[in-house]
């Protein structure tokens, strides 16, 4: 399965230049972009690892490009996402959040059923992957 | 200003017997409008011979502590602070029989905190009233020390996008069809397609409740069943609206717990339960970290026509009040009423910190909101793929698409259908992030897309030319025009 979290997940993987138009989208926009990397891809997972700091003043998107593929050396099998944020009083979240690099085999979540009184059904799920510890996940 | 308008002095006026209104001191040219004072916008026609000064002045008596008769009680009072004052009237540019009367409320004649108390003055009685052939609120200034009295949305935009996980583009979603006679099992299979093909949500119709073909409860466990699948098949949040409207608040708060007790993000009320039902469901939205959706069932009963009712703006405000989260406000190119720049002004009253006038949006007063939280607008009824950049142009990115024909009637079935209607959405944001001219380009965009995505194309292809392409009821007053300097 293709996890489809993030705003592009449903179109072609992009390259690093099309990553790079919509960082920039960001940065004109006045948003810190930052680059986070997981190997939980949990929907509910909100603290993806942060790799460094939100990028506040730096006004270049090939900057960010750059760390993603420094990123992408050391954790080249996990999910890595870019997030954008924004500042801005009344919003102060994110913006914009997608996908640019995730594992070569996504075994998806197992849906646990618990039936309880009535028919009631309380519903977890898990990541298949998340049967081994962090940092063994995704080969 | 003729004498006939002049203020009497106090042994004239409270004589016994019948007075104009005007002469009863409901209408004050002079007056200045208070920081805290609520402003109402009604749209008058007169009766033939009625002077619209006099009808003004009623329509502000009538609203606020007038009745036909002097009454020497009034004495009694501060009458003089609670008396509505008509200040301005104003002719339509369009239509020499209605006029704009501009009237200030005293901040103590409403109750904090109640919709109900509000609009038991500002629309309570004066409707009916007969020296006027039709009456129109058309917008409505709440002071900030009133807004402040208000819970406002249970969740808003910004803490329902972090709950979503879903940032950078509109949601999207669609109401299940048929909207009556599935039997719940169906009808959760309607919904595990749609969200497992890429929407974020499914909803319930307005009049689905408890009925012989599906009661409420089998519902909410197959929509749960089909969330969670679709969910696990994503690795997406997904929600659908349950709809908890039934005939008393004991059984909507019943049937909220339930929802909750399943793990729903949201559940969905119908305008049609009343004002103060719905400020009940967003407290309890609040306190139990709900979602909260409205579908502005009935509302055009008394906002389609121009010369008579409540502005549908008015009602967003209203809505932005009670605290719901979602509100149904038009789509610009889909099969139910809504021009372009009137629906601009709806979706602006929802959204943002602080509305400056914009007559043509119909937009008539400055507002301030006061941090409240934003409604997020939901576009549904007739849309389509193949309108993804207008409605992306015209909507912006804090709605919810709701295409329900547009997913279920997909040639391929449902799943497709949600799959073409997320591909074209993502497509065009990708597009208009890169800094193309997405609105001008965007049937090449949609191609583009379609090249790696066939039920996108097949999409484009059954929905090829379908408008809806009628004149409006309600369109703006107001043209901007080119200045002269």
Redesign the interface.
Same mark, same amino acid.
């Given at each position: 399965?293709r =996890? +489809?979290?993030g +705003? /592009?997940? /449903?179109?072609?993987d992009f390259t690093d230049q099309?990553i790079h &138009?919509?960082v920039q989208?960001c940065i004109d926009n006045g948003w810190a972009v930052s680059i986070e990397y997981t190997d939980d891809?949990?929907?509910?997972n909100?603290y993806w690892e942060m790799w460094g700091h939100p990028m506040f003043d730096n006004p270049d998107a090939a900057a960010v490009v750059f760390e993603l593929n420094e990123c992408r050396k050391v954790y080249g099998s996990y999910y890595i996402r870019i997030i954008?944020f924004d500042s801005s009083?009344?919003? &102060?979240?994110?913006?914009?959040?997608?996908i640019v690099n995730r594992p070569s085999k996504e075994p998806?979540?197992?849906?646990n059923r618990t039936e309880t009184k009535g028919?009631? =059904?309380?519903?977890s799920?898990s990541?298949y992957s998340s049967d081994n510890p962090q940092g063994s996940r995704y080969k | 200003m003729p004498d006939g308008n002049k203020k009497l002095d106090a042994k004239a006026r409270y004589s016994a017997g019948v007075l104009e209104y005007k002469k009863m001191g409901y209408w004050e040219p002079d007056y200045q409008p208070k920081e805290t004072d609520v402003i109402a916008l009604f749209r008058i026609t007169p009766q033939e011979g009625v002077d619209p000064v006099e009808a003004a002045a009623a329509v502000a008596g009538e609203s606020s502590t007038a009745t036909w008769t002097v009454v020497w009680t009034d004495r009694l009072t501060a009458c003089e602070k609670y008396r509505a004052k008509a200040y301005r009237v104003d002719p339509t540019p369009n239509n020499p029989n209605e006029y704009f009367a501009y009237i200030a409320y005293e901040l103590d004649l409403f109750e904090p905190g109640s919709i109900a108390n509000l609009t038991a003055s500002i629309i309570g009685n004066v409707f009916g009233f007969k020296p006027l052939k039709a009456l129109r609120l058309e917008d409505m200034r709440m002071p900030v020390a009133y807004v402040k009295t208000f819970q406002g949305p249970a969740t808003g935009i910004?803490v329902e996008?972090?709950r979503l996980?879903c940032?950078?583009?509109p949601l999207l979603g669609a109401t299940v069809k048929p909207k009556l006679g599935l039997s719940g099992r169906n009808y959760g299979r309607v919904v595990y397609e749609a969200l497992k093909g890429?929407l974020d949500f499914t909803k319930d119709d307005e009049n689905i409740n408890s009925q012989p073909f599906m009661h409420w409860?089998d519902r909410f466990?197959y929509c749960? %069943?089909a969330v969670?699948?679709a969910?696990?098949? !994503?690795? %997406?949040?997904k929600g659908t609206y349950l709809n908890v409207t039934a005939g008393t608040m004991e059984e909507m708060y019943k049937r909220a717990e339930f929802a909750k007790?399943?793990?729903s993000v949201i559940v969905m009320i119908d305008l049609v339960i009343g004002y103060t039902a719905i400020q009940s469901m967003a407290k309890w939205a609040r306190d139990n970290d709900m979602i909260l959706h409205l579908h502005r069932a009935g509302h055009g009963t008394y906002t389609r026509q121009k010369s008579h009712g409540v502005s549908f703006r008015v009602i967003a405000k209203w809505m932005r009040l009670a605290g719901v989260d979602h509100i149904h406000a038009g789509t610009v190119v889909g099969k139910l009423e809504g021009d372009p720049s009137t629906t601009k002004g709806f979706y602006d009253i929802l959204r943002e %910190?602080y509305n400056e006038v914009a007559l043509e949006n119909g937009v008539f007063f400055d507002q301030d909101w006061a941090?409240l939280n934003?409604v997020m607008p939901v576009a549904s009824g007739g849309i389509h793929a193949g309108q993804m950049h207008q409605l992306v142009h015209y909507l912006g990115e804090d709605v919810v698409l709701q295409f329900g024909g547009g997913t279920i009637g997909h040639p391929q079935g449902i799943e497709a259908g949600a !799959?073409a209607n997320?591909?074209a959405l993502?497509?065009m944001?990708?597009a208009r992030?890169?800094?193309r001219d997405y609105l001008a380009e965007g049937p090449t965009i949609l191609a583009e897309?379609a090249r !790696?995505?066939t039920p996108l194309k097949q999409a484009l292809d059954v929905w090829k030319g379908v408008t809806f392409d009628y004149a409006s009821t309600d369109a703006p007053d107001f043209v901007p025009t080119t200045s002269v300097s």
């Open positions: 399965m =996890i +489809t979290q +705003t /592009f997940s /449903f179109l072609p099309q &138009e919509q989208y891809p949990h929907p509910r909100t954008a009083p009344g919003w &102060e979240s994110i913006r914009l959040s997608f998806g979540f197992r849906l028919r009631n =059904i309380q519903y799920m990541p | 910004v996008r972090e996980n940032y950078g583009r890429g409860r466990l749960m %069943e969670n699948r969910s696990a098949a !994503t690795g %997406e949040v007790e399943l793990g %910190e941090s934003k !799959t997320r591909v993502e497509a944001v990708y992030n890169a800094g897309a !790696t995505c």
